[in-house]
């Protein structure tokens, strides 16, 4: 997650300086045939001219072959300098989701006999109206970065508060209300150098 930023909070669009690109690929339970796959890619710009950062971000979901999620997002934050050391991060991101199902990859309980158990090509009398579903998502975030020194070596921190969903979208593929739940994220992360190069050239004697 502190590798695909724009995913943990919107708030850290731009939060660097310059052109930042990650890219992600994650592989769960791969004994489930097809396992759960996600593949993603983000890019952000920080302005320090306008005190913002503009992003993009897209990623894909594969759930055992069977469900499908494509998510693409633009992302926007503000940047309120609160001091020499310290910024404050406010962050929002809208975007378009599809969400995608492959019946033949499912087994449906008609399909199954109480002695053989699964009877192969059987059809089931199950009717799923859509095989896809598409919706508009919202998250909004804010981070505050802030830096101090330990024996002369800087140390920065960040500490965020994020809400994903805020309009709560319906996601059914049965046309019954299934909306998402607002999700609420915090996160803390810290940077710190083990050794400076002036105290692994001192002479030991």
């Known amino acids: 997650f502190l590798n695909f ?12 300086k310059g052109l930042n690109v990650a890219m992600i690929y994650k592989n769960q339970w791969f004994y489930v045939p097809g396992g759960f796959n996600t593949y993603g890619i983000a890019a952000d710009v920080q302005s320090s001219r306008l005190s913002s950062g503009i992003g993009i971000i897209a990623y894909r979901d594969v759930e055992a072959k069977a469900l499908t999620r494509n998510y693409v997002g633009a992302s926007y934050a503000y940047i309120v300098r609160l001091s020499k050391n310290a ?4 962050g929002i991101r809208a975007a378009f ?20 158990g699964a009877s192969g090509g059987t059809p089931s009398i199950t009717t799923i109206p859509n095989r896809t579903v598409n919706y ?19 140390v920065h921190n ?10 709560r979208p319906d996601e059914s593929f049965l046309n019954i209300e299934s909306k998402i739940p607002m999700r609420f994220t915090l996160h803390y992360g810290s940077m710190f150098p083990i050794y400076s190069k002036k105290m692994y050239n001192r002479d030991p004697m």
């Open 136 to 154: 508009f998502d919202l998250d909004a975030g804010t981070v505050m970065r802030f830096r101090f020194d330990i024996n002369d070596r800087p």
């Open 158 to 167: 960040s500490i965020g508060f994020a809400v994903s969903h805020l309009t």
């Open 5 to 16: 930023r724009q995913y943990l909070n919107p708030a850290l669009t731009g939060s660097e």
């Open 97 to 116: 989701v599809n969400n995608g199902l492959d019946r033949t990859k499912l087994l449906f309980s008609d399909q199954i006999d109480p002695e053989i």
């Open 87 to 90: 910024n404050l991060h406010f």
